[in-house]
């Protein structure tokens, strides 16, 4: 057998594999893109194995232990990826990025920082300043205006 028919699969799997993680938004399609990257390694592991005629068939052995770490690393993704969907209520990555905390207060995207937390925003009065009309709820309005 010829070794670049595993080797062509092998990088034809991993190209799928990284378009999907650079390209996809649901986080579970990321980590079974990532399944697909790691599949490759395999592929490649144990054609080199044959290949090459390794006595200790190391190569298939390094294969079994990243089978093992992929499915540890899907069953807690899928646990992470579940607790923030419930959570959240999605599972879309660039929907989480409000999930990091950031240690300068800023926002990280524009550089600029964040707002003390004890500032009002720049709509909002004041805690010590009267507002010129106080705010009224909106069953308090609907009573008001059926009166």
């Not at 690393?73 to 929907?95: F, K, P």
């Not at 524009?110 to 010590?128: F, I, K, M």
Request: proline letters at 6%; glycine letters at 8%; hydrophobic letters at 45%.
């Amino acid at each position: 057998m010829h070794l670049a028919y595993p080797a062509v699969l092998a990088v034809l799997l991993f190209c799928v594999g990284l378009y999907g993680v650079l390209a996809r938004r649901n986080a579970i399609l990321v980590l079974m893109s990532v399944e697909l990257m790691l599949n490759a390694v395999n592929l490649n592991l144990v054609a080199f194995d044959v290949w090459l005629r390794d006595r200790l068939h190391s190569g298939q052995a390094l294969t079994l232990f990243t089978i093992a770490i992929a499915a540890a690393e899907i069953g807690i993704g899928l646990a992470i990826v579940l607790a923030v969907y419930r959570n959240r209520g999605t599972s879309a990555v660039d929907d989480l990025r409000d999930t990091a905390e950031r240690p300068d207060g800023g926002d990280g995207d524009d550089g600029t920082e964040g707002a003390a937390l004890d500032e009002p925003a720049p709509d909002e009065p004041a805690p010590n300043q009267a507002s010129p009309k106080p705010q009224s709820s909106p069953t308090s309005q609907k009573a008001e205006a059926t009166a």
